[in-house]
């Protein structure tokens, strides 16, 4: 079946502009996950929505940067004012949360390249 | 969280088997271990996971010690196409969500 799609897969934005990056996650998936990947680094949680439950905003880096998913199911991550130091490769993960916690398998899209110049 | 160390890199040559070791001293009763591994330019990909015995499944097989202190991913017969990061995690089933926290990961090269 369908994985998770990503869209743009590319995206150069200058210094400023606010962005939104969309995660289609797998179908009857009631986890999101975002996370971003800067240069030579490890993986990054941001945000995290299950079902109807407030979404765990924990990893946000700052203000700038909000999600929201419209009925449980499409994400979009957006970014507000763009700095150089957003650009990042930004995945997003689905999980069906069927056994529950930590024995459910995430499923990550290829990921958006975010470009700020 | 509980915390894991992996080396940074290893090298393996193709067609033979790998050996990926991760140390989680600090492990608790209801932490799982869980391998993702992220090949160039992809999203990382589950591989496999388990809580105290050996587990097998088609990509490879977790070898988890006694203690729970270790564990050691074994791909059996490396391919040009396992050359990725392979990230040793542990998700606590106590702590009520499911966010991954991955760590820096092994960097492994497949050698022809």
């Known amino acids: 079946g369908a994985g998770v799609s990503q869209s743009p897969s590319n995206k150069v934005t200058e210094k400023g502009k606010d962005v939104e990056l969309r995660c289609d996650p797998i179908?009857?998936?009631?986890?999101l996950y975002w996370y971003r990947q800067s240069l030579g680094q490890g993986l990054e949680f941001l945000i995290y929505?299950?079902?109807?439950?407030?979404?765990?905003k924990s990893g946000l880096p700052s203000d700038r940067f909000s999600a929201e998913r419209t009925g449980g199911s499409v994400s979009t991550l957006t970014i507000q004012r763009t700095q150089q130091e957003d650009s990042a490769v930004y995945l997003c993960?689905?999980?069906?949360?069927?056994?529950?916690?930590?024995?459910?398998?995430?499923?990550f899209g290829p990921g958006t390249r975010l470009t700020v110049l | 969280d509980a915390k894991t160390t992996q080396p940074n890199s290893m090298e393996s040559n193709e067609e033979e088997p790998v050996h990926l070791p991760c140390n989680h001293s600090?492990?608790?009763?209801?932490?799982?271990i869980h391998w993702y591994r992220q090949l160039p330019s992809q999203g990382p990909e589950y591989v496999i996971h388990?809580?105290?015995s050996n587990v097998n499944n088609r990509m490879a097989s977790l070898a988890i010690a006694e203690d729970r202190k270790s564990s050691t991913l074994i791909l059996h017969r490396a391919t040009l196409r396992d050359a990725a990061v392979y990230y040793c995690?542990?998700?606590?089933?106590?702590?009520?969500?499911?966010?991954?926290?991955f760590g820096k990961g092994t960097r492994l090269h497949i050698l022809p």
């Open positions: 179908s009857g998936h009631t986890a």
């Open positions: 388990g809580l105290t």
């Open positions: 600090t492990i608790s009763g209801t932490d799982y």
């Open positions: 929505f299950q079902g109807n439950s407030a979404p765990d």
């Open positions: 995690i542990l998700r606590d089933v106590l702590r009520g969500d499911d966010k991954i926290i």
């Open positions: 993960a689905s999980s069906s949360l069927t056994s529950g916690g930590p024995t459910d398998t995430q499923y």
